[in-house]
Structure formats: C-alpha cells, structure tokens
C-alpha cells in the first residue's frame, strides 16, 4: 500500500544536540512538506519541497534545515539553533498543485528535549 | 496572508445529537478548502476538498458546505468513534502548494 513513512514514532534529544527526523514516500508524489504541531496551535508549515532539489523556508523555518535529494524522501534536521524544539513533526505530500486530494499525512514523529 | 478560524475550539455532543464545525477563512483566491480528521498521536487523514461558494460534499455522517467566507462541517447522528479533532485548511492561488490550517475543533461523542 502506498503511504508516508516517518521514523522514529518518538525522538529524545539533548540539549545542543541535532537530531534528523525521517519522512520516506511511496506515492510518487512531487511536493513534500514538514510541519509542527505545538498543542493550541495549528499546524505550522517548517520547509516544503516541489520538486527534487529544490526547497522552499516555510513560516517557521529558523532552525531546521532540509534535503531533497531523491523524490521518495524528505529529512528534516532540528539543530541546536532550534529554541524550542519539543512538538510533533509532521511530513505530508502531496500531488503537485492539485487541490482535489489534499494532502496525504505521516503518522508524526514526537519529539522531546531532555 | 491566508487566515483560517475554526469554532468552537472544543464541542461536547451527546451520541445522536446532531451539530455543526465552523470554519472561516480569508484567503486571496480560493483554490481549495480542506477538512481533516485527526485521532490523538496521529497524522491527519483527508476528508474533502471544497472548491466553490455553495458547493457540499458528503461522507457517512458528515457533510461539507461552503460559503464565501466560511466552511461549516455538518455531523449527523455522531457516534463515539466520531470523537476526534477536525482541521480545516485553505490553499491560496497566490501560496504555491501550501495549505494554511486552523487550530482544529475538538469534539467528543459521548455514549
């Protein structure tokens, strides 16, 4: 079945530490996107990718740092410039620019600093 | 910059009582509007898409209207297993791919 796999389900960092959250697709999709979600709070958009090497900052990227270097995947880094890292990662995908499907989500990543 | 306002921000129903999401949105050319559900510790799953004033989707016991300005998620006769946030979303003709999301409503189907 096709489908978002993000890894791990949950991530412990330390302080000062950078820690890479996966997000790998099958559905052969163009555009990928990362996303926060803070309790009270609507998802935030962090970087999005159209196409392979190419990405664009989101609302809130100062941070985090991205790669597009296959389709099928899409890395996001949460590095120690990060101030309050602890949230609930998002990866989602999409086709292209059209709106007919939406977005298809991961299962999330959550993140806590230790 | 695209907006998006949900209410209420958590609604108490009890099972069979039948009730309404509210989404309100300001967006320069409206190219979609999007409902979610999302179950806790989950990624959101896709519900509609709404393109146009006065179109209605329909799924089992929920149903999607649109206006100019708002977007209302209608839930018929919920069951508990309906209990979960509902997140609207909004795709601008001048945001590239990006959707804009509300804070979500929060509802709860009691038995």
């Known amino acids: 079945d096709g489908g978002i796999t993000q890894s791990p389900k949950y991530l412990f960092r330390k302080e000062g530490q950078n820690v890479t959250l996966s997000c790998e697709q099958n559905?052969?999709?163009?555009?990928m996107y990362w996303y926060r979600q803070d309790p009270g709070q609507g998802l935030r958009l962090i970087y999005y990718?159209?196409?392979?090497?190419?990405?664009q900052k989101g609302d809130i990227a100062e941070g985090y740092s991205v790669s597009r270097e296959k389709k099928e995947s899409f890395p996001l880094t949460v590095t120690s410039a990060q101030k309050n890292p602890t949230a609930f990662y998002l990866c989602?995908?999409?086709?292209?620019?059209?709106?007919?499907?939406?977005?298809?989500f991961g299962s999330g990543t959550r993140l806590t600093v230790v | 910059e695209d907006q998006v306002t949900q209410s209420p921000e958590a609604l108490r129903l009890q099972e069979g009582e039948s009730s309404s999401l509210n989404c309100s949105y300001t967006?320069?050319?409206?190219?979609?509007l999007f409902w979610y559900r999302q179950d806790p510790g989950k990624g959101p799953e896709f519900l509609f898409t709404l393109y146009s004033a006065g179109e209605e989707k329909e799924k089992e016991r929920l149903k999607a209207t649109l206006t100019k300005k708002e977007s209302f998620l209608h839930i018929t006769a919920p069951k508990p297993e309906d209990s979960a946030t509902y997140l609207c979303?909004?795709?601008?003709?001048?945001?590239?791919?990006?959707?804009?999301f509300g804070k979500g409503t929060l509802l709860t189907v009691n038995p």
């Open positions: 989602a995908s999409s086709i292209g620019w059209d709106p007919r499907y939406g977005y298809t």
């Open positions: 559905l052969n999709h163009d555009a």
């Open positions: 990718s159209q196409i392979v090497n190419d990405f």
């Open positions: 967006v320069s050319g409206l190219r979609g």
């Open positions: 979303a909004v795709q601008g003709r001048g945001s590239n791919y990006k959707l804009t």
